[in-house]
């Protein structure tokens, strides 16, 4: 009876493992077949990124001289936003390991948007575009100059706070 129990036993046993290593091999085959995606999903490129950084640089200065703080607050969040993708998505470039240059102007910035303050945000502001030129100079990138626009890039938004009905 002893005997029969251990090879009932020894047989149930190789089974469950037998099922649990095939289910084993088809969790690890997802998994593969999930990185594989991963590898060929669209990433945006560095310099994609730092073109949606410039961009919404433009849209807060207009956003910010106009005193419209509710899109000021917007496109600053857009700027942060974009900060962490690079972190995230390029995090293993020279370049990402700058960006501590531009994280303390993007904090004053903020705060001088929060405050409503223009005359703070125009200081925040420049010294936003000092930071991008500075992080630029330090990856050796110095030919792109950022500047306070003169103009919108965009020409179909109103940067006004005109309440619409």
Known sequence: MKKITLIALAALITSCHSTDSQKIEKLEAQIEKQEELLEKMYKPGFGDLMG????????????????NWELADFAMHELEEIVEDIKTIHGDRDEAEYLFIIEPALDSLDEAVDSQNLDHFKTGYLGLTNACNTCHIATGYEFILIQTPTSPTYTNQDYSKKIRS
């Open 52 to 67: 949606g950084l410039q961009h919404h640089h433009s849209k807060l200065w207009f956003a910010g001289i106009n005193e």
